[in-house]
């Protein structure tokens, strides 16, 4: 056998390591597979200014209060998991009937997250006409809330379609993981939805931004203070929240709230994640790994987040000729409307 030259197999092996790094490079950055109907230039001609307008909307709001960023990315997460991608969660219900909007989880989504989506809205449709879904401009005012406020600038696919009405109460309840859960159920709810256990460590990075209301973490707190909480960081929260029902809030990453990084994994990590949703990430050894990964590297968690983003954005979207394009995100449009009861008395017919 022939002999090989050790400084000609040392260039062999760089040459092989410098390929496979390039190759795990365009890995990471390609583009994650779209579903039918969906395109990352859905919008190219018929709305050119569809990006630079919500990208200036969003930079306007949080000019004057960075906070909102964290409602709008909570928005469309909450969107997402009941029923799809589809704006549901849009759709005013009645005050006291159920609705999508007045089931528990969705209690604390931001009043003003609203108002945003229906004032780039409105503006859109004044450049473009009525084209352009609420749907894909809750997925847009996400990403730029997140690439604003110093995280990845991740790629959109569009052209969702939006609802005809909103998710039941119980569906909402069922689908949207509360932060009690421990990693166990935070598992297997995301992958009844097809995403993983990496997926859902880089969602869940969503929490670098944003506040928590005392009502949920309080269990961690009172009558018995959880083993996996830092006293010094327990000792603050009861300060905050000197009692089970208070109605006061705290950021959930106390070392940048307003600034989309990585320190969230370091909370974690120092056992000062707010939730038990969070914490347990760190707890549990399927995901810890994963948690000390992002904490030491925030390129490999943008990466992650942005790849995360993009499978979740197409969960049971709406396309072509499902679904509408509503001129009033709050509402369905007219004439949808009358289908929709049609639809609904049709459904109590055949129950009886």
Known sequence: MAKVPVLC????????????????????????????????????????KLESIV???????????????????????????????????????????PSEQ????????????????????????????????????????ARYSVSETGGPKYKVPLGRRDSLKFATRAATLANLPAPTSNASALINALAAKGLDATDLVALSGGHTIGIGHCTSFTERLYPTQDATLNKSFAKNLKVTCPTTNTTNTTVLDIRSPNVFDNKYYLDLMNRQGLFTSDQDLYTDKR?????????????????????????????????GTTGEIRTNCSAPNPTSSIATLVEDFVDSVNLI
């Open 102 to 141: 007045n089931a528990p989880p969705n209690l604390t989504l931001r009043q003003k997250a609203f108002e945003i989506i229906n004032d780039i809205k409105e503006r859109v449709d004044k450049a473009c006409g009525v084209i352009v879904s609420c749907a894909d401009i809750t997925a847009m005012a």
């Open 287 to 319: 995901t810890k790994q994963i948690v000390k990964d992002f904490a030491l590297d925030q390129d490999l968690f943008f990466q992650k987040f942005a790849l995360a983003m993009a499978k979740m954005s197409q969960l049971s979207v709406l396309t």
């Open 9 to 48: 197999l040392f260039f062999a092996l760089s040459l092989s390591f410098a390929v496979a790094e390039v190759e795990n490079v365009l890995s990471l950055n390609a583009d994650p597979p779209i579903v039918n109907g969906l395109s990352w230039t859905f919008y190219k001609s018929s709305c050119p």
């Open 55 to 97: 990208e200036e909307r969003i930079k306007f709001y949080l000019k004057k209060d960075v906070t909102q960023a964290a409602g709008l990315l909570r928005l469309h997460f909450h969107d997402c998991f009941v029923q799809g991608c589809d704006a549901s969660v849009l759709l005013d219900g009645s005050a006291s009937g």
